[in-house]
């Protein structure tokens, strides 16, 4: 499902003009990244957890040459599926 897709099921279940359900999405998501980017947790209990995850400095290899590089520490956004949206999937 893309962002468009989910827009146009939000306004159709909720009645609303698209305008007003992109808006609402964008909200919500905007809302997420401020948190995540804090280092907050977003939780919605049931469907799932966001986190910020470390990850320490590393070795690689450029996969069209082969020479190594550092990749550097980061920060990266985490999802962990909660029990229901898991019951959902199976």
């Not at 995540?36 to 040459?65: C, H, M, Q, W, Y």
């Not at 190594?68 to 990266?76: F, G």
């Amino acid at each position: 499902m893309t962002k468009d897709e989910m827009i146009e099921a939000i306004a159709k279940k909720m009645g609303l003009p698209k305008t007003q359900a992109a808006e609402t999405l964008g909200v919500v998501l905007d809302e997420i990244t401020k948190s995540l980017s804090k280092g907050n947790e977003v939780i919605f209990t049931g469907f799932g957890k966001f986190s910020v995850s470390d990850r320490k400095a590393r070795e690689g290899r450029n996969p069209k040459t082969g020479e190594k590089i550092k990749i550097p520490a980061m920060k990266v956004p985490k999802f962990k599926a909660g029990k229901v949206l898991k019951d959902a999937v199976k």
